[in-house]
């Protein structure tokens, strides 16, 4: 089983509409969780940090279900500029910067 | 501009010819590391170093070894390469490497091994 494990979509939706994401991560003891973006192999670049309270960053809510062991991205009125691939990420131990990457969700956002 | 650079980006070699990938950062990061990157995988890490001197392996080292000399840099070196290691390779670096810093990515090496 993988530790980090995402749908690997792709998403087609239309502009406007919300799409959410699902992750499921298999190290209980797991600390801190993160959403990041990456264009077309480009580089990852952070999106938003994961919290057990919930958090949200304008159109982007995140949330964190540590009893099921998994994480959400929700996104509310997509933009053609959405499109790219969401990767889930974990760091598994709490000790150094260690991360797991999921395979990452493919999003394509069209007109 | 804070930034974390990689050379080459994009590099086609023979089986067994040595080369090294350099990464550079210019935040005094403490932490940097090295990613590869396949189709259906996410990142996965080779190595690691929280500071000068001080580096470990991460989860899929075999075939590849690093130093770091200098804060600021932290090569990788595939002393035999192999097809296999035909891969996007990402170096990353953050502050402290305490787990809920920030990691900053370079922009990627892609590199095919004949």
């Known amino acids: 089983r993988k530790e980090v494990e995402q749908d690997p979509g792709p998403f087609n939706v239309p502009e406007g509409a919300t799409v959410a994401f699902n992750c499921t991560y298999s190290?209980?003891?797991?600390?801190?969780f993160f959403w990041y973006r990456q264009d077309c192999r480009k580089e990852p670049k952070l999106l938003m940090s994961?919290?057990?309270s919930g958090n949200e960053d304008g159109r982007f809510t995140a949330q964190l279900n540590r009893a099921s062991q998994y994480i959400s991205l929700l996104i509310r009125d997509s933009k053609l500029s959405d499109s790219a691939t969401y990767l889930c990420?974990?760091?598994?131990?709490?000790?150094?910067?260690?991360?797991?990457f999921g395979a990452g969700t493919r999003l394509a956002v069209h007109p | 501009e804070a930034q974390v650079t990689q050379n080459p980006r994009y590099l086609i070699t023979v089986t067994g010819k040595k080369l090294t990938v350099t990464c550079s950062q210019n935040?005094?990061?403490?932490?940097m590391s090295w990613y590869r990157q396949d189709p259906g995988l996410g990142l996965r890490q080779i190595y690691y170093?929280?500071?000068?001197?001080?580096?470990d392996k991460g989860d899929v080292p075999e075939g590849y070894k690093v130093s770091r000399k200098e804060k600021r840099n932290f090569p990788l070196i595939l002393e035999s390469p192999s097809p296999n290691q035909t891969s996007l390779y990402f170096c990353?670096?953050?502050?402290?490497?305490?787990?809920?810093?920030?990691?900053?990515f370079g922009p990627g090496t892609r590199l095919t091994v004949l």
């Open positions: 990353a670096s953050s502050s402290t490497g305490g787990y809920t810093d920030t990691q900053y």
């Open positions: 190290n209980s003891a797991s600390q801190s």
């Open positions: 994961v919290y057990s």
């Open positions: 990420v974990v760091n598994p131990s709490g000790g150094y910067n260690k991360l797991i």
């Open positions: 935040m005094n990061h403490e932490y």
């Open positions: 170093s929280m500071n000068v001197e001080v580096t």
